[in-house]
């Protein structure tokens, strides 16, 4: 318990001196675009491997062996190809939000019903990084799970609501470092246990517990997150140049491979230390109690980092698409507040029973199979798109991917998705209005 007050009086610390520093909208949602190529890449990274990439992707790689590297692999796809086809076009505007460069393009209706989608998909993320968070505060000490949730999610909540985007892609940098050593020394230390268990391992990527359909769920619903993600986008639109940017986008799908197949790795190391009827989101820390020299310390601030990285991020995003894109009023004290409004539901959320990979695959669901295709295509031409054609698209591929998540049927998923494709470009052969000015300027007001 005193190794998470310890560890995350830095991050409350960090806050408070990057609060000093906020004197408008641009230095509390985008960083002040000051962010340079490490630091872009680093934030990148920390965001994407939270409690799914730590935890639950463990866990996978315990169950089906080295394919559960397709978890991070499905995003780093997608991640190259935003950096390819997307990255100089969203940098074009100095925008504070991924909805708001094509805002003119999609629409205010259909840009605000997206935007409640993210907020939405992005809110059940945060759920999950709350439950990890509040399982793992409930295993270092003698706390009830309810309340141990609930001082985890305040950690998060405090410093993120102090200091805004400054001080999660600082607060980032430090974390990865964590993560990355702590990562490193857990799987030395299972290597030199047991050297045999490296020997056993089978690099293949495909297998018959882990299928072209279950890579095709993960390929769809992460890759797609990655190619048009708003939290990915807050970091690009944060960095100081399109060259940092670019270097950046570079940093982070290098680390991520990495960190795929290292967390790959231990997950399948660790049934030589643990029992195979261990729960999947157990799995690391069990691995991790059988092993000497403090390693159980080194996992605990290897979760805090990972899971620290990820909900901050997650927050931070969802209050600011609501501010600027739902209320078209980038405030600092509005996005404040509503921060508290959206932990408190992320909490209701938290506490629900879901596993981690449950509360991820639900949000990514939802968001992929009805606002990705729509915004891709918006930001790929200079054409408005059909006003009742994008709507329409939205709402109704929205419903799909409800009912396909209710019934748990990955074909209404795929179903949903498809009429995406086709009703975004549908209302991209409809359009006619060329864009001739930039999305108007929004309210500076704090």
Not at 166 to 192: H, N, Y
Not at 195 to 224: C, M, T, V, Y
Not at 307 to 335: Q, Y
Not at 414 to 438: D, K, N, Y
């Amino acid at each position: 318990m005193t190794t998470f007050l310890l560890y995350s009086s830095i991050f409350i610390i960090l806050a408070f001196f990057e609060s000093r520093h906020l004197h408008n909208h641009e230095d509390y949602f985008v960083a002040s675009r000051k962010a340079g190529t490490i630091q872009t890449g680093f934030s990148i990274i920390a965001s994407c491997v939270g409690a799914s990439a730590t935890i639950g992707m463990c866990g996978l790689a315990f169950s089906v062996g080295l394919p559960a590297i397709w978890w991070l692999l499905s995003g780093v796809l997608g991640l190259i190809i935003l950096r390819v086809f997307l990255l100089k076009r969203l940098r074009e505007q100095r925008s504070l939000t991924m909805l708001e460069i094509v805002r003119n393009r999609l629409g205010h209706k259909t840009t605000k019903l997206c935007a409640l989608i993210i907020v939405v998909a992005w809110t059940a993320i945060l759920a999950a990084q709350f439950s990890a968070m509040g399982s793992i505060v409930s295993q270092m000490s003698e706390m009830r799970s309810i309340d141990a949730l609930l001082l985890g999610s305040c950690v998060i909540v405090f410093y993120t609501v102090l200091g805004g985007q400054s001080a999660v892609m600082k607060s980032d940098v430090i974390q990865l470092t964590v993560m990355v050593l702590g990562l490193a020394a857990l799987l030395s230390m299972m290597v030199w246990k047991n050297p045999s268990g490296i020997e056993s391992i089978k690099f293949e990527l495909f297998n018959d517990r882990f299928q072209f359909e279950d890579w095709s769920r993960f390929a769809l619903l992460i890759g797609g997150s990655y190619i048009v993600c708003p939290m990915l986008f807050s970091r690009f639109l944060s960095s100081r140049s399109d060259a940092s940017a670019r270097k950046g986008a570079a940093v982070a799908i290098a680390g991520l491979t990495i960190l795929a197949f290292m967390i790959a790795l231990i997950g399948m190391l660790a049934r030589h230390f643990v029992d195979a009827s261990v729960a999947s989101d157990e799995v690391l820390t069990a691995a991790a109690a059988q092993l000497p020299y403090g390693m159980g310390v080194v996992l605990t601030l290897v979760l805090i980092s990972a899971i620290l990285s990820s909900a901050d991020s997650c927050l931070i995003t969802a209050a600011t698409v609501v501010s600027n894109d739902i209320f078209e009023h980038p405030s600092i004290r509005l996005s404040r507040a509503i921060m508290l409004i959206l932990a408190a539901a992320a909490f209701y959320l938290a506490s629900s029973g879901k596993t981690i990979l449950d509360l991820m695959l639900m949000a990514n669901n939802m968001y992929v199979c009805s606002v990705v295709a729509p915004v891709f295509t918006a930001l790929c031409t200079r054409k408005t798109l059909h006003r009742p054609t994008i709507m329409a698209t939205v709402i109704f591929c929205a419903f799909i991917a409800l009912i396909g998540e209710w019934r748990n049927d990955f074909t209404f998923s795929v179903l949903a998705f498809s009429l995406s494709v086709l009703g975004s470009a549908a209302a991209h052969l409809l359009g006619e209005q060329r864009m001739s000015t930039p999305t108007a300027p929004l309210s500076l007001d704090r």
